[in-house]
Structure formats: structure tokens, C-alpha cells
């Protein structure tokens, strides 16, 4: 029978949540407003350059990159093919944006001048832009041709044992940053897979924990359908 996990759309669907809010807040920020400056710098690269560990923006979009290669990449490659280069250069051309708009997050939040803040606001807006129009459309190519390629090469067993992989490494401050941003970007039937899954073979507290988080999360009327249907 052939495989039908998918290791990328479901996490690729609490990123594209987690960029589309941000993005609403760079746009409608006042960068003239001290404070809300530094709250919006803070969770876009809070300690990006230092622990790389908290739940801010870019340090997700970055582990991401890191997980995906560490544990996906490399057994995907053995089989051959060209496109683990290809996803392997973007994620090279996406840190790089990371890096930049975390400087220009720096330099903006320690200029005293608000008109040169308002003008600097503009820049990392656009410079924000650019990045997410590049990590949508590299996860887009990673669901639309590295999940058929790897439904070929592998079964279903290989791969709920990588997307284990890729969860245990996770610091569990991480682990659930991601889970807040992914439970309430699925949908009822993606949701119901999941818990069920999760169920089978996570501890009861590490279950618990995330139906609590799916609880305060998630919709309340899709909540309401996922505990119908799964029984959890
Ligand atoms: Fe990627
Ligand atoms: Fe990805």
C-alpha cells in the first residue's frame, strides 16, 4: 500500500499562522511608539543571535530549516535526486534574510530618532516581506514535490519515526511554541489524525499537556468536533 504520511503540511500550516500574524502586526505597527517596537522585536528575534531556543519568530523558521535537515534530508538525499540541494540552498538563502532582519531589528530598536524609527519600520517591513514571500513558497515546494518523492521512497512507519525524531530533540519550551501555533491551523480531520496518533504513544502527561494547549488554542466549536470524533 502506498505511504500517505506528510511530515511537512501540517507544521507548514502553524508557520504560515505565525508569519501571517506577524505580518500583521509589522504593517500596523507605530514604530514611532517605543514600546510596542521592542515588544514587536522581541518576539520577532528574541535572543535569535544567542540561545536560538524561545518561541520567537525567526528562531522557529530557523529550526525548522535545522530539523528538517538533520533528520529528513540526509535519508531523502541517499535515494538521490536534486531536490534536497535545491531546499538545502533556499534554507541557505533564508538564513541569510533571517540574519539580516534580526541586525535590522537591533539597529531600529536602539535608534532614539521615532522619525528615523518610522523610516527604518518601513524597511523592515519590507525586508520581512521578502523573507516570508521566500518561506511560503519554499514550503509550497516542499509539500507540492519532497512530500510525493518521499511518499515513494519510504513507508508510513519511516516516517512517523522521523517526525518522532524530530519532536524528541525539541526543548520542550519549543516543542510547544510550535504546537500553539499548529493546533489552530488544522483542521478538524488533520487535528483528529493527530491526537489519535499522539495518543498511541506519547506518556499520558505529555498528552494531556497537549490537549490542554489544543483547548485553550483551537476554536471552540472545531475543539468541540476534534472530542467528538477522537473521544479524547
Ligand atoms: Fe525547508
Ligand atoms: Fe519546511
Request: negative net charge.
Amino acid at each position: 500500500m502506498a505511504a500517505t504520511e506528510d511530515l511537512f503540511t501540517p507544521i507548514h500550516k502553524g508557520l504560515r499562522s505565525m508569519l501571517y500574524s506577524l505580518s500583521t502586526r509589522l504593517q500596523t505597527n507605530d514604530f514611532a511608539d517605543a514600546a510596542s517596537t521592542q515588544a514587536l522585536v522581541t518576539d520577532l528575534e528574541n535572543d535569535f543571535a544567542v540561545a536560538r531556543s524561545a518561541g520567537c519568530t525567526l528562531c522557529v523558521l530557523a529550526h525548522h530549516a535545522t530539523d528538517e535537515e538533520d533528520v529528513i534530508f540526509g535519508p531523502v538525499a541517499k535515494a538521490g535526486g536534486s531536490l534536497v540541494t535545491t531546499l538545502i540552498s533556499e534554507h541557505h538563502d533564508l538564513t541569510r534574510r533571517e540574519v539580516e532582519i534580526a541586525r535590522a531589528a537591533h539597529d531600529l530598536i536602539s535608534t532614539t530618532s521615532a522619525t528615523s524609527r518610522v523610516a527604518a519600520g518601513v524597511r523592515l517591513n519590507q525586508a520581512a516581506n521578502e523573507l516570508f514571500a521566500a518561506y511560503v513558497a519554499h514550503m509550497n515546494r516542499e509539500e507540492t514535490e519532497l512530500v510525493p518523492l518521499m511518499q515513494g521512497q519510504f513507508t508510513d512507519a519511516e516516517m512517523v519515526a522521523m517526525r518522532g525524531a524530530i519532536m524528541a530533540r525539541m526543548p520542550p519550551d519549543r516543542l510547544f511554541a510550535i504546537l500553539g501555533w499548529m493546533l489552530p491551523s488544522l483542521n478538524v480531520s488533520e487535528l483528529s489524525e493527530l491526537l489519535t496518533s499522539v495518543a498511541k504513544t506519547a506518556p499520558p502527561p505529555l498528552l494531556k499537556a497537549i490537549t490542554e494547549l489544543g483547548a485553550a488554542k483551537v476554536d471552540p466549536a472545531r475543539w468541540r468536533a476534534v472530542k467528538l470524533r477522537t473521544g479524547l
